[in-house]
């Protein structure tokens, strides 16, 4: 931007601003008209915000219940699951525990076979 387009801009600024202050001062209406003009918007303006500041509380507020809600439903479901991957996990556990006791079972029975096929040859040879 040229130094002449910022002046530009600048002077309608100030004028604009003049014009303001002179609109108010040569107002038809008294100074006490003006101020009370001034202080009505300045009310109606921070009724606006301030309910504009309550309705953002509340949607927030609702948005805050709705999450925890949301984080405790998940909590259940994630917890439900977690009782129920366990259940799975002791159960694996306990058919292994068989399985593992099931072959121990055999392997002695095979070996006490072997024993006693051994002794029977031995004895036979012996005989």
Same mark, same amino acid.
């Given at each position: 931007?040229?130094?002449?387009?910022?002046?530009?801009? %600048? &002077?309608?600024? =100030?004028?604009?601003? =003049?014009? /303001?202050?002179? @609109? /108010?001062?040569?107002?038809?209406?008294? &100074? %006490?008209?003006?101020?009370? #003009?001034?202080?009505?918007? +300045?009310? *109606?303006?921070? #009724?606006?915000?301030?309910? &504009?500041?309550?309705?953002?509380? *509340?949607?927030?507020?609702?948005?805050? *219940? +709705? +999450?925890v809600k949301h984080l405790k439903d998940l909590e259940?479901?994630?917890?439900? %699951?977690?009782?129920? /991957?366990?259940?799975?996990?002791?159960?694996?556990?306990?058919? @292994?525990? *068989? /399985?593992?006791? #099931?072959?121990?079972?055999?392997?002695?029975?095979?070996?006490?076979? &072997?024993?006693?096929?051994?002794? #029977?040859e031995s004895i036979k040879k012996a005989i």
């Open positions: 931007m040229s130094e002449k387009s910022s002046d530009l801009l %600048k &002077g309608l600024f =100030i004028g604009g601003l =003049i014009g /303001v202050v002179l @609109g /108010v001062l040569f107002a038809p209406k008294s &100074g %006490k008209e003006t101020r009370d #003009d001034i202080i009505r918007k +300045t009310d *109606e303006f921070l #009724d606006q915000a301030k309910e &504009g500041y309550e309705n953002a509380m *509340e949607k927030g507020k609702a948005i805050c *219940e +709705t +999450t259940i479901s994630a917890k439900e %699951k977690m009782e129920e /991957v366990e259940g799975q996990i002791n159960e694996f556990a306990q058919q @292994g525990a *068989e /399985v593992v006791e #099931d072959n121990k079972s055999r392997l002695r029975k095979a070996i006490d076979a &072997g024993l006693e096929a051994y002794k #029977d």
